[in-house]
């Protein structure tokens, strides 16, 4: 069980390799980056390219470990007890399973994506040690020992917003995915639009990294917001000579798919400014 990336997700070497190690070690593969590096597609491109289920649990600011292991839903059972409802005298009916539970009694090996753990609470990577570790959990109202029937592939990410506890990285292997290098980059446009002219993309990209490098900006745009650029680029119709622009406009065309705050835009924009004083 090998991944090398897919058609429609180009994956560098040291990616792929993380990816293989993570599987050969049977350890979850804790991949970090810039939001919008590819990070959750991997996990749906690894889900693909190996022909297995993939099972998503996206964390959210609100989300405790325990939601993904089950929940007991005792204000249902409180109100069918008092309705004489029979379902009251088996308490698994009021068991709500969680993803790692879905993805634990699975009869196949899956995919199991936990999306953006940094989201949590910081005690929420700790609550899941022993059964990211264990494969296994305990369901209390039951009684009953959940384990997996096969250990499934973990992928978990973070955009790097707060530190991880130093337990939970223990028991992961780390990928950084660093922002792609032009080559890579023009691979991936190639990905998502073919055949898009040469002079376009040169001079794209080109705005592109200048932009991204330019000291100051709050939010350097992502592989997704240049992918997202190039579409409305090419709804456009715009060549590379409609690209090109005067000492006095810092700004690129259509620059709201790349600038997403306005700060970044006040930036560029004072950049303009100064650069037409200069001109005078």
């Known amino acids: 069980m090998r991944f090398d990336g897919t058609d429609s997700y180009v994956a560098t070497g040291d990616l792929t390799m993380a990816v293989n190690a993570a599987i050969t070690l049977e350890r979850p593969l804790l991949v970090k980056g810039e939001p919008g590096t590819g990070k959750t597609e991997l996990a749906r491109q690894v889900a693909a390219s190996l022909g297995l289920p993939m099972i998503e649990w996206n964390v959210k600011s609100t989300t405790r470990a325990q939601q993904g292991l089950y929940e007991y839903d005792a204000v249902s059972r409180l109100r069918d007890s008092q309705l004489g409802d029979e379902r009251v005298h088996d308490v698994s009916n009021y068991i709500r399973k969680g993803k790692l539970w879905q993805a634990f009694e699975a009869d196949e090996r899956v995919v199991l994506l936990i999306d953006e753990v940094d989201k ?61 290098e032009p ?98």
């Open 120 to 180: 949590a609470d910081i005690e929420f990577p700790n609550d899941l040690l022993q059964e990211l570790d264990r494969m296994e959990f305990h369901v209390y109202e039951t009684g009953q020992t959940v384990k997996a029937k096969v250990r499934p592939i973990v992928i978990i990410t973070s955009n790097n917003e707060k530190e991880l506890p130093d337990a939970f990285l223990r028991r992961c292997f780390f990928h950084y995915i660093r922002f792609p």
């Open 183 to 280: 080559e890579v980059l023009r691979r991936i446009v190639e990905v998502h639009h073919p055949g898009i002219k040469p002079a376009l993309l040169t001079a794209a990209l080109t705005q592109f990294y200048e932009l991204r490098e330019q000291p100051g900006l709050k939010k350097k745009p992502s592989t997704s917001e240049v992918i997202d650029w190039l579409k409305l680029l090419l709804a456009e119709d715009l060549t590379a000579e409609d690209l090109k622009r005067d000492a006095g406009d810092a700004l690129p065309k259509l620059h709201g798919a790349l600038l997403k705050n306005e700060q970044d835009v006040h930036l560029f924009e004072r950049l303009a400014f100064m650069a037409r004083r200069q001109g005078r």
